[in-house]
């Protein structure tokens, strides 16, 4: 059974970069035709997908945070990664990592909160 | 703001049927995927393409799209239904995931 696992600080400072990570397990990140990806969920809020990446490197932003997002992936340990700069309290989210299948979205991690505060 | 349209809020008595609606340009080329997210918990997929049910999803759960608008059919609804369903679907260029902005249902 394939399981994806969010790491990283639950607090970030504002202006400073947001950085996650996503392990893979029961399944490798190299299989062809899945995107690996990221969506968050600000609380009480509905869901924004932020990006995806192919184990080959290819990636896919949402344009209106593409300036702040690098999506990355390390196939050698079945990881990929989050990295979102310059933040402020608007990106206060849940953030989920997430396996995709065309459009369908059939793995999804437990969720981090990652909350931006001084 | 999100290119796929739902409504935010939705009821249906116990036992009924509820359609929930998702309406966007992008679905008159791509099919929606729908999803149910329960307080504190991930989403989790229960329809895809055409109409179709993962596995461990009732068979309540059913997808049509016509023309610009997709829609998640439960029928006979349960308690334990309520919940928020998202659409998502690819945007306007074909190239990127965009989400609805969520309705929330609830069972009476």
């Known amino acids: 059974q394939l399981q994806l696992q969010e790491s990283g600080p639950g607090l970030v400072k504002p202006s400073e970069t947001l950085s996650l990570t996503c392990t893979v397990s029961g399944g490798s990140i190299s299989s062809s035709s899945y995107y690996w990806g990221w969506i968050r969920q600000p609380p009480g809020k509905g869901l924004e997908w932020i990006g995806s990446?192919?184990?080959?490197?290819?990636?896919y932003y949402n344009p209106s945070l593409k300036s702040r997002v690098t999506i990355s992936v390390d196939t050698s340990k079945n990881q990929f990664s989050l990295k979102l700069s310059s933040v402020t309290a608007a990106d206060t989210a849940v953030y989920y990592c997430?396996?995709?299948?065309?459009?369908?979205?059939?793995?999804w991690g437990q969720g981090t909160l990652v909350t931006v505060s001084s | 703001s999100s290119e796929l349209t739902q409504d935010p809020a939705v009821s249906v008595a116990l036992g009924q049927t509820v359609r929930i609606t998702c309406q966007g340009d992008?679905?008159?080329?791509?099919?929606a995927s729908w999803y149910q997210q329960k307080p504190g918990q991930a989403p989790v997929l229960v329809i895809y393409?055409?109409?179709n049910r993962p596995s461990g999803i009732p068979d309540r759960f059913s997808g049509s799209s016509s023309g610009n608008t997709a829609s998640l059919t439960i029928t006979g609804a349960q308690a334990e239904d309520e919940a928020d369903y998202y659409c998502n679907s690819r945007d306007s260029s074909g190239n990127l995931v965009v989400f609805g902005g969520g309705t929330k249902l609830t069972v009476l």
């Open positions: 992008s679905l008159r080329s791509y099919y």
């Open positions: 990446i192919y184990y080959s490197g290819s990636t």
């Open positions: 997430a396996r995709r299948l065309g459009i369908r979205i059939d793995y």
């Open positions: 393409g055409k109409n």
